[in-house]
């Protein structure tokens, strides 16, 4: 059986490679501004088609066990053929989604569009993500983990108050947004046709569409403490997503889709710049302060809904967002670290895995509850399941065996 082929094997390694990061990293950011230029509109989908919260909290549970699914089931398929095949069937997956949500005029449809996004993430988040890591430059040492991890945060950041804005100012507002991002996503295709791949093709295909969780035995010791910070954060993007565009215009009264936008990537813009502050600490350091910083903003976001305070709500949001980031690129840094190159899919497929079931399991508990409990009661849940992950956390992070 063929191994996995050394990056150093590749042709004209500096220039190509730099090529390959270049394409995975848009594309994997293309992805996730698809995935986020959804969110401005609902409260649209909520006034013009009738959809409830718990429609749209649905939406979200269907995106991703649509994304959980694929993770069990292609989360391996890469390291067999191959980073770019598998990374543009992934682009396809979401440009289909788009084209399904051009023309949203029923819950269906939404979340038929939704759940073919959720197949394309998740195959781009084992596939993408390891082509990102394995065309990364070798310094600064950070920057595989950040780029990996928090090129999610940055899709998510950008495609949200590019959509708010186009909605509330551009022609055809239900639309345009759609045109656009696939506009972007075939801009993605050509660039991954022109890059190298990173991995040799290797037999087994078929038998790794067998559901397997895999994780290298050095490091299963750190995947408790990282389980918490990827399901407390994620959960509380999928809050985001789910019930955020109805809080911001029942409780801090504005139903601006761009202000809408915003506070979304408010959440997840500054994830993008915690993420580096996390490399000044060792991994088990960052995880415990990006923690601590997490819990202080979820603690400031359920006070501004409460007293239906904006400023606080977005300041809240932006300590939230930055201090996850600096939880979650030191969790990932800490599961990769050591690692060889054929760990790599099966690693970001668990690391994906525990973060979507973190977005599904709270938002389809929350999604029920919402026509029991208000939605200031739902966010005071999301700020204990944030007290729980912290504590646990500080307790028991450590660092890898050979970091310590």
């Known amino acids: 059986m063929l191994n996995t082929a050394p990056v150093t094997n590749v042709t004209g390694r500096g220039r190509t490679l730099r090529l390959a990061f270049i394409s995975a990293v848009f594309s994997l950011a293309a992805v996730f501004v698809a995935v986020g230029s959804t969110?401005?509109?609902?409260?649209?989908?909520?006034?013009?088609?009738?959809?409830?919260?718990a429609d749209i909290s649905m939406t979200v549970v269907a995106y991703s066990v649509a994304t959980l699914a694929t993770l069990l089931v292609l989360g391996r398929l890469s390291g067999h053929l191959g980073r770019r095949p598998t990374s543009i069937a992934s682009l396809v997956l979401i440009l289909l989604g788009c084209v399904l949500l051009v023309n949203v005029h029923g819950i269906g449809i939404l979340i038929a569009g939704r759940s073919l996004m959720g197949l394309g993430a998740g195959l781009a988040s084992s596939s993408l993500t390891s082509y990102v890591v394995d065309a990364a430059p070798a310094r600064p040492a950070w920057l595989a983990s950040v780029a990996s991890s928090q090129t999610v945060m940055l899709g998510l950041a950008v495609g949200a108050p590019a959509s708010g804005a186009l909605v509330q100012f551009g022609p055809r507002p239900r639309e345009l947004i759609f045109l656009v991002v696939i506009g972007l996503l075939l801009l993605s295709v050509a660039l991954l046709a022109l890059s190298p791949e990173t991995v040799t093709r290797k037999p087994g295909a078929r038998r790794s569409l067998r559901p397997r969780v895999y994780v290298p035995a050095r490091v299963r010791g750190l995947l408790p403490v990282a389980a918490a910070v990827f399901l407390a954060t994620w959960a509380a993007g999928a809050f985001y997503q789910a019930f955020v565009p109805a809080l911001v215009e029942d409780q801090l009264h504005t139903?601006?889709?761009?202000?809408?936008?915003?506070?979304?990537?408010?959440?997840?813009?500054?994830?993008?710049?915690?993420?580096?502050?996390?490399?000044?600490?060792?991994?088990?350091?960052?995880?415990?302060?990006?923690?601590?910083?997490?819990?202080?903003?979820?603690?400031?976001?359920?006070?501004?809904?409460?007293?239906?305070?904006?400023?606080?709500?977005?300041?809240?949001?932006?300590?939230?967002?930055?201090?996850?980031?600096?939880?979650?690129?030191?969790?990932?840094?800490?599961?990769?670290?050591?690692?060889?190159?054929a760990d790599r899919a099966p690693i970001f497929s668990v690391i994906y895995l525990l973060s979507y079931s973190g977005a599904t399991i709270p938002a389809l508990i929350a999604g029920q509850l919402s026509t029991i409990f208000s939605l200031p009661q739902i966010a005071v849940g999301y700020g204990v399941l944030a007290l729980v992950a912290t504590v646990f956390t500080a307790i028991g992070a450590h660092n890898p065996r050979n970091g310590e």
Do not use: D, K
């Open 255 to 341: 139903g601006s889709p761009l202000i809408i936008g915003l506070v979304f990537a408010a959440y997840m813009g500054p994830s993008v710049l915690g993420a580096p502050l996390g490399g000044l600490f060792a991994p088990a350091t960052a995880q415990r302060v990006g923690m601590t910083g997490f819990l202080i903003g979820m603690t400031g976001i359920v006070t501004a809904i409460a007293t239906g305070t904006l400023a606080l709500f977005i300041a809240a949001t932006i300590v939230a967002g930055a201090s996850q980031g600096i939880a979650l690129s030191a969790a990932t840094r800490g599961l990769l670290q050591g690692n060889t190159l």
């Open 39 to 53: 969110i401005p509109l609902f409260n649209i989908y909520r006034a013009e088609e009738g959809f409830t919260n």
